[in-house]
């Protein structure tokens, strides 16, 4: 009798036991991550992306404020070289096209440019980032990065160690730092539709901005 009772108390502490984690707290169950949802545009671009060699995660669509808003967006960590991945810093968000367009340039256009006059590969390229809710500086005119269509890009670091700065070596680096930087920029001219650089103003004397849209301009 007393063995039956000892064992109908041990089953009792078990079955109690299930509803509690170690310290005596109940377990409350945390909900799953919801999956992002995306459109079949959205979905095609992924997938042409991923085909592409880049890594990136999908993140949920973003709507700040009137005019602001970036839907079918990646975080882009790194795109395909001709060789291994490029590392990219501080995308956080920035629409797939643009992100499609970019992996290209940098693989096609940068990357070889810098094996060709540098005598390196690309390990990384350092950005500002993309989407932003702002305006075009001195105007009411909502920017591209408030679409998340543009990425500013202040640095190339090579393998070997060298860091190409827009700042430090549009104007003020050797012949052939300054040489490549212009060839990246003349091979982002013909794949996005509006770059700016250093030559355009002030305001871009630290940085190539590269805008999926915004017909043919080259500065």
Known sequence: MLRRS????????????????????SRNPQPLPRPVAVSEEARMCLTGLSEAGSRFSPVPDRYDAPGCAVTGAVQLAAVRGDRTHLGVSNIAAVECGTAATFAAWARFGVDRAARQILGSPI???????????????????????????????????????????????????????REFLRVVHESACKRFGTVLGPAYNAAHRDHLHVEIGGGNFCR
């Open 123 to 177: 390990a990384r390229i350092e950005t500002m980032g993309a989407y932003s809710c702002r305006n075009v500086a001195g105007t009411g005119r909502r920017s591209a990065h408030a679409r998340g269509e543009a990425i500013d890009v202040a640095a190339f670091v090579l393998e070997d160690g060298r860091r190409i700065s827009v700042l430090d070596h549009w104007a003020g680096g050797s012949g052939k730092e």
């Open 6 to 25: 000892v064992i109908l108390l041990c089953a009792t502490l078990a079955l109690a036991a299930c509803g509690a984690v170690p310290g005596g707290t």
